[in-house]
């Protein structure tokens, strides 16, 4: 597969209530962080999760037993890794990765809107959560010094 659907039956950023699809392309990388390598790692080890198994209708990350990989666990897993590589666990928490998301977003395609329109952002508070990459900075000091507008 080339690219994957992924429905989002609803989230506190789903004003209308009505979910959102979201499609994802191979990223080609090696390291665990494509999207569909991963979804076709999942259907090879539990292909009822998928593609109208008998357990579709399922939440897709959950443990054995078939109950539900909740928030305040992944949270707790974010602060403990935090907490391994040195970071204050404080500072780590699921929204993290939300806030990486539309990061690395951002750094990758250096578009405000686009990143709104993903993350299904109604007001513009995504903003604060951004981190600009050094190539949107490099080079505005001297452009600033350069600069010599009439006001």
């Given at each position: ?112 809107d686009v990143v709104k329109r993903f993350g299904r ?31």
């Amino acid at each position: 597969a080339h690219s994957v659907s992924i429905r989002i039956i609803g989230s506190k950023t789903d004003i209308y209530n009505v979910g959102e699809v979201r499609k994802h392309f191979r990223s080609g990388d090696t390291e665990g962080l494509c999207p569909v390598q991963a979804l076709q790692d999942l259907h090879r080890h539990f292909p009822d999760r998928l593609n109208g198994g008998a357990k579709v209708g399922e939440p897709i990350c959950r443990w054995g037993d078939g109950s539900p990989i909740f928030r305040s666990q992944v949270a707790s897993w974010l602060e403990r890794a935090a907490a391994a590589h040195g970071v204050p666990p404080t500072r780590m928490g699921s929204h993290s990765l939300r806030i990486g998301g539309a990061t690395a977003l951002f750094n990758a395609t250096g578009s405000i809107d686009v990143v709104k329109r993903f993350g299904r952002w109604v007001s513009s508070a995504f903003q604060g959560y951004l981190w600009e990459a050094d190539k949107h900075s490099e080079g505005a000091s001297a452009a600033m010094a350069r600069h010599r507008a009439s006001l």
